[in-house]
């Protein structure tokens, strides 16, 4: 969520919205009911006469229900999700700690006046 542009308030707003959109996230791609009808559709795939781009978006939504854990067991789900949300916390304190690491490699370069491009 954070580019260029940042300061300890949108670092802030940052590490409170991954948590809350990995949770986002795990509410989709971990809910029962609507991998049940993915599923459904997709096991009628080649019966449904789709045309190819219909075909790959059904493909491509399934395999990412599967890819995100939807096929696993409830306990599992429950530690996914908490490592999805944990994941996300930290890799936001991850991007807070280095964010000035490139602004200040750069004024290093600009201070020292060696061109490590010639």
Do not use: C
């Amino acid at each position: 969520m954070v580019g260029a542009h940042t300061n300890p308030y949108i670092q802030s707003l940052d590490e409170q919205f991954s948590a809350e959109l990995a949770e986002l996230g795990n509410d989709i791609w971990l809910n029962a009911a609507l991998f049940q009808r993915v599923n459904s559709v997709y096991e009628q795939r080649d019966a449904l006469a789709l045309d190819s781009e219909s075909y790959r978006l059904l493909t491509l939504t399934w395999q990412r229900f599967v890819h995100a854990g939807a096929t696993l067991a409830p306990e599992q789900q429950a530690a996914l999700r908490a490592l999805n949300t944990e994941a996300a916390t930290l890799q936001s304190q991850l991007q807070a700690a280095t964010a000035g690491s490139g602004k200040k490699a750069a004024a290093w370069w600009l201070i020292t006046g060696i061109n490590w491009l010639a």
